[in-house]
């Protein structure tokens, strides 16, 4: 089983998929980690082609851990991928589509190991089954403010053009599926965002803890 949360940078979505996974004792599962996991090594090893981080990800070299730590070849990557320079470059690995069906297909089979929590710009099309899927939106004034918090060093500027790219992208562009519940948390704190979806996750069989 498995609830997807899509939104555009600084809409709170690593945040409230943290909250959730762990209020419903699910597993959550950051897309965006992969990505950047497979450019920083791609970045030290320069081997930006597809058949090599493919198989990367297909000779189980890339471990996924809960709430966005990621290891290669052994290395704790969780503090790396979160660097300017990474994001700079994310996009010559998210765009080439055998990685992001290899990435996605990943994502699927660590789901039906346990229950999870999927965030990303493109898990509602990944999971296309999920039992509730989220797109989550705030303003861009807000939006660029929660990144300043955060600390990753992105101006509102940069933050800005990235999302018009992940818009415009071809390849997992950032989009809401037609059957995807908008949630816009431009005044809502992240535990009012987690319990407005547990109150659309609960009909849909979804069990929900008390309390």
């Given at each position: 089983?498995?609830?997807?949360?899509?939104?555009?940078?600084?809409?709170?979505?690593?945040?409230?998929?943290?909250?959730?996974?762990?209020?419903?004792?699910?597993?959550?599962?950051?897309?965006?980690?992969?990505?950047?996991?497979?450019?920083?090594?791609?970045?030290?090893?320069?081997?930006?082609?597809?058949?090599?981080?493919?198989?990367l990800l297909q000779e189980g070299r890339?471990?996924?851990?809960?709430?966005?730590?990621?290891?290669?070849?052994?290395?704790?990557?969780?503090?790396?991928?979160?660097?300017?320079?990474?994001?700079?470059?994310?996009?010559?690995?998210?765009?080439?589509?055998?990685?992001?069906?290899?990435?996605?297909?990943?994502?699927?089979?660590?789901?039906?190991?346990?229950?999870?929590?999927?965030?990303?710009?493109?898990?509602?099309?990944?999971?296309?089954?999920?039992?509730?899927k989220i797109y989550l939106d705030a303003?861009?004034?807000?939006?660029?403010?929660?990144?300043?918090?955060?600390?990753?060093?992105?101006?509102?500027?940069?933050?800005?053009?990235?999302?018009?790219?992940d818009l415009r992208r071809t390849v997992?562009?950032?989009?809401?599926?037609?059957?995807?519940?908008?949630?816009?948390?431009?005044?809502?704190?992240?535990?009012?965002?987690?319990?407005?979806?547990?109150?659309?996750?609960?009909?849909?069989?979804?069990?929900?803890?008390?309390?």
């Open positions: 089983m498995v609830i997807t949360l899509d939104g555009p940078g600084g809409s709170g979505k690593s945040t409230v998929a943290s909250l959730l996974a762990r209020r419903l004792g699910w597993r959550h599962l950051d897309s965006g980690a992969v990505y950047r996991a497979l450019t920083c090594w791609a970045m030290g090893s320069g081997a930006f082609s597809a058949p090599a981080l493919v198989a890339l471990v996924l851990e809960d709430a966005g730590r990621v290891q290669v070849d052994g290395q704790d990557l969780s503090a790396a991928i979160r660097t300017p320079a990474v994001s700079a470059e994310v996009w010559r690995v998210a765009d080439l589509t055998a990685v992001r069906a290899a990435v996605n297909a990943h994502l699927r089979r660590l789901v039906e190991a346990h229950p999870s929590v999927a965030e990303g710009r493109d898990m509602g099309q990944a999971f296309p089954d999920a039992v509730l303003h861009p004034e807000e939006r660029a403010r929660r990144r300043g918090v955060q600390g990753t060093g992105e101006t509102a500027e940069a933050l800005a053009a990235r999302v018009e790219k997992g562009g950032l989009q809401a599926v037609p059957d995807a519940v908008h949630i816009d948390c431009t005044a809502l704190p992240p535990q009012g965002v987690v319990d407005r979806i547990l109150a659309e996750a609960a009909p849909r069989g979804v069990p929900v803890p008390r309390g």
